[in-house]
């Protein structure tokens, strides 16, 4: 099975970007459909973006047109980028996999993004 280790949080000003990364050991990305999700305490956990197993992207309304989503299958890694941070934007950044979109079963260990206005 899959094991992810994301990173690449941080602290930033709005308007600021980040790229955050999840490196996958233990199997390769390209058998998985990939994520990142995001969650602040004492809300529900929120889908950000994904990329299906055929690369196709789709993206939260809150993201669209300011992160983009991909996957290096030679780094065996996913990215996160994001650009035009928000102080909404804060949260702690997950990465996932699944055989599908709708069967995460692998998670990182998250990685904390911080926007200060």
């Known amino acids: 099975q899959v094991q992810l280790k994301d990173s690449g949080g941080g602290s930033v000003q709005a308007g600021g970007s980040l790229r955050l990364s999840c490196a996958a050991s233990?199997?390769?990305?390209?058998?998985?459909?990939m994520g990142w999700f995001r969650q602040t305490p004492g809300k529900e956990r929120e889908g950000v973006a994904l990329?299906?197993?055929?690369?196709?992207?789709t993206y939260a309304d809150s993201v669209q047109g300011r992160f983009t989503i991909s996957v290096d299958n030679d780094a065996n890694t996913l990215y996160l980028q994001m650009h035009a941070l928000r102080p909404e934007d804060t949260a702690m950044y997950y990465c996932?996999?699944?055989?599908?979109?709708?069967?995460?079963?692998?998670w990182g260990q998250g990685t904390q993004v911080t926007v200060s206005s």
């Open positions: 990329i299906h197993r055929m690369g196709a992207t």
């Open positions: 996932a996999a699944g055989v599908c979109v709708s069967d995460f079963s692998y």
């Open positions: 233990g199997d390769t990305v390209d058998k998985y459909s």
